[in-house]
């Protein structure tokens, strides 16, 4: 049970909780509580969240110059402690820590149209003020091209395959993955080809068109409290191309119920009242859902052992993964065929 209510402990095991830390960051610790990969720590200033960056100096950097930059423009963002040195990040034994208020409220359900369309909202609000914030941070580079990530995606896959192939024992996760990753093969060269070919390259070189990206738009980082809708957890911003979040957004949203067309039309609708979309952008948002992205995730996280999952986790992840690829197949006709006007 420990295993199951707790997966994220060994992560929570690298923090450093110590009183002399506490009295670094100038706040005294009442109590401490674990969720998911942070702390609660109830202070004598109310309750807040110990955050640990997960990273290097170079991008702990980033972030804070993203956080800085967007809190300026963008209202529905936690309040971050700054420290002396006018950094909301906390350098502390080759470590980096992060010290938010804590806003009381819960996450949002995508099953709930409303706060799914809702959270399509607050995404066109969050790219909109990243406009604004992108001058401070667009030095530091924009982020690797999709061109790049596919290919290097297909040239893993291969290799995987090749691997798999040569097991003299193959579990039932190998059995599936070699019965179904041909078919994937296809449909990422597919969106590579239709990618490259695309204004894609040209088009993200127009810094008009980036946006500081999220790129962890899960239901947990969409909190609903009584002030309103807040988006949390900045940690692997980027930037980029405004569809990337919102590809990001629309396959978190229906992937667990059918790939629902007209859920996705719906929050792309509220998400372009607010965050104006041009045909490229429908283009390419095409392109980011044909590439098979949960397929490639699972697979590469079970190879590459990125998951301390149990095989059995996988197995029943993967199975429902590939349980759903009809599903995206048809979304993806039927994103063709009622968009059409958006690809002559």
């Given at each position: 049970?420990?295993?199951?209510?707790?997966?994220?402990?060994?992560?929570?095991?690298k923090?450093?909780?110590?009183?002399?830390?506490?009295?670094?960051?100038n706040?005294?610790?009442?109590?401490?509580?674990?969720?998911?990969k942070?702390?609660?720590?109830?202070t004598?200033?109310?309750?807040k969240?110990?955050?640990?960056?997960?990273?290097?100096?170079?991008r702990?950097?980033?972030?804070n110059?993203?956080?800085?930059?967007?809190?300026?423009?963008?209202?529905y963002m936690?309040?971050?402690?700054?420290?002396?040195?006018?950094?909301?990040?906390?350098?502390w034994?080759?470590?980096?820590?992060?010290l938010?208020?804590?806003?009381?409220?819960?996450?949002?359900?995508?099953?709930?149209p409303?706060?799914?369309?809702?959270?399509?909202?607050?995404l066109?609000?969050?790219?909109?003020?990243?406009?604004?914030?992108?001058?401070?941070?667009?030095?530091?580079?924009?982020d690797?091209?999709?061109?790049?990530?596919?290919?290097?995606?297909?040239?893993?896959i291969?290799?995987?395959?090749?691997l798999?192939?040569?097991?003299?024992?193959?579990d039932?996760?190998?059995?599936m993955?070699?019965n179904?990753?041909?078919?994937h093969?296809?449909?990422?060269?597919?969106?590579l080809?239709?990618?490259?070919?695309s204004?894609?390259?040209?088009?993200?070189?127009?810094?008009n068109?980036?946006?500081?990206?999220?790129?962890?738009?899960?239901?947990?980082?969409?909190l609903?409290?009584?002030?309103?809708?807040?988006?949390l957890?900045?940690?692997?911003?980027?930037?980029?191309?405004?569809?990337?979040?919102?590809?990001?957004?629309?396959?978190?949203?229906?992937?667990?119920?059918?790939?629902?067309?007209?859920?996705?039309?719906?929050?792309?609708?509220?998400?372009?009242?607010?965050?104006?979309?041009?045909?490229?952008d429908?283009?390419?948002?095409?392109?980011?859902?044909?590439f098979?992205?949960?397929f490639?995730?699972?697979?590469?996280?079970?190879?590459?052992?990125?998951?301390?999952?149990d095989?059995?986790?996988?197995?029943?992840?993967?199975?429902?993964?590939?349980?759903?690829?009809?599903?995206?197949?048809e979304?993806?006709r039927n994103?063709?065929?009622?968009?059409?006007?958006?690809f002559?």
């Amino acid at each position: 049970m420990t295993k199951l209510r707790y997966p994220e402990k060994k992560y929570l095991s690298k923090y450093d909780l110590s009183q002399e830390f506490f009295e670094n960051l100038n706040i005294k610790v009442l109590d401490v509580i674990p969720l998911r990969k942070v702390f609660i720590l109830k202070t004598e200033t109310g309750k807040k969240i110990l955050k640990r960056l997960d990273c290097d100096k170079e991008r702990a950097d980033f972030i804070n110059i993203c956080i800085k930059s967007l809190r300026d423009n963008f209202n529905y963002m936690v309040e971050f402690n700054t420290f002396e040195d006018d950094k909301v990040y906390k350098e502390w034994k080759n470590q980096y820590y992060i010290l938010m208020n804590l806003i009381p409220g819960r996450e949002v359900t995508f099953t709930n149209p409303v706060e799914f369309n809702l959270s399509g909202e607050l995404l066109g609000k969050y790219h909109k003020a990243s406009k604004e914030a992108l001058k401070s941070a667009i030095a530091l580079g924009i982020d690797e091209s999709m061109v790049k990530k596919y290919e290097k995606a297909i040239i893993d896959i291969k290799e995987i395959k090749r691997l798999v192939n040569s097991y003299r024992f193959k579990d039932e996760f190998d059995k599936m993955f070699l019965n179904s990753v041909d078919e994937h093969i296809i449909e990422m060269k597919k969106a590579l080809e239709l990618l490259s070919f695309s204004s894609y390259n040209s088009y993200r070189k127009d810094i008009n068109n980036c946006v500081i990206c999220h790129n962890d738009l899960a239901e947990h980082n969409f909190l609903i409290s009584n002030q309103g809708m807040y988006l949390l957890d900045f940690d692997y911003c980027s930037i980029d191309l405004k569809v990337i979040d919102l590809a990001d957004l629309i396959l978190k949203g229906i992937k667990n119920v059918a790939f629902n067309f007209e859920k996705a039309i719906d929050v792309i609708k509220s998400y372009n009242s607010i965050e104006p979309l041009n045909t490229e952008d429908f283009k390419l948002l095409y392109i980011l859902i044909l590439f098979p992205r949960d397929f490639y995730t699972i697979v590469s996280d079970y190879y590459h052992k990125n998951k301390e999952w149990d095989k059995e986790v996988f197995f029943n992840r993967f199975q429902n993964k590939l349980d759903n690829e009809e599903f995206r197949k048809e979304f993806l006709r039927n994103y063709k065929r009622e968009l059409k006007e958006k690809f002559y």
